[in-house]
T-cell receptor
Framework: LAKTTQPISMDSYEGQEVNITCSHN???????ITWYQQFPSQGPRFIIQ???TKVTNEVASLFIPADRKSSTLSLPRVSLSDTAVYYC???????????FGSGTRLLVRP | DAGVIQSPRHEVTEMGQEVTLRCKPI?????LFWYRQTMMRGLELLIY????????DSGMPEDRFSAKMPNASFSTLKIQPSEPRDSAVYFC???????????FGNGTRLTVT
């Protein structure tokens, strides 16, 4: 399983765009990149998944360069309610094999 | 869609007592997972069921822990006897298929005194 490295914490202000980068240097050919979000006192929630280039949904965008050794989760115009822990996971796809690391704790300030 | 439902939301018990945590997965999902989350160890997979059959229980810490899935709409995680180090938040998750995104419940916060 590819190991991931992401910042422990990030601060931002309301209305700003936030980009969280995840490094996964030993990603395998069949691996997908998946991001989850966890609010206090709740379980993690799936945000987005991608394999290469760019994926966008109503919540976020995921940018993956050609070498796939890193990925960037982009949250447009964050609000206070986006304060959460964001996890980057890399794996072949079987959900139960994906490992949740420490995540990135995002704090959005007024 | 009510999501994954876990009960109880909070459980406080004394060391040595039996604890049973319950989970109702999303209807139609055929994969179910039990996770444990602590500050020290983060989110750890305990056991994974596919079509009600345990597929991988290598994350179950020891024999005091057991999990069952008698039917597609119900699962239990039992700890007997409980110990203070079992204190954690226990999450149940389900997915439509083995490789589909996980849908988590809101967890059971267990405190063993």
């Amino acid at each position: 399983l590819a190991k991931t490295t992401q910042p422990i914490s990030m601060d931002s202000y309301e209305g700003q765009e936030v980009n969280i980068t995840c490094s996964h240097n030993n990603i395998a050919t069949n691996d997908y990149i998946t991001w989850y979000q966890q609010f206090p006192s709740q379980g993690p929630r799936f945000i987005i998944q991608g394999y290469k280039t760019k994926v966008t949904n109503e919540v976020a965008s995921l940018f993956i360069p050609a070498d796939r050794k890193s990925s960037t989760l982009s949250l447009p115009r964050v609000s206070l309610s986006d304060t959460a822990v964001y996890y980057c996971l890399v794996g072949e796809g079987s959900s139960y094999k994906l490992i949740f690391g420490s995540g990135t704790r995002l704090l959005v300030r007024p | 869609d009510a999501g994954v439902i876990q009960s109880p939301r909070h459980e406080v018990t004394e060391m040595g007592q039996e604890v049973t945590l319950r989970c109702k997965p999303i209807s139609g999902h055929n994969s179910l997972f039990w996770y444990r989350q602590t500050m020290m160890r983060g989110l750890e997979l305990l056991i994974y069921f596919n079509n009600n059959v345990p597929i991988d229980d290598s994350g179950m810490p020891e024999d005091r822990f057991s999990a069952k899935m008698p039917n597609a709409s119900f699962s239990t995680l039992k700890i007997q006897p409980s110990e203070p180090r079992d204190s954690a938040v226990y999450f149940c998750a389900s997915s439509l298929e083995e490789n589909s995104p996980l849908h988590f419940g809101n967890g059971t916060r267990l405190t063993v005194t």
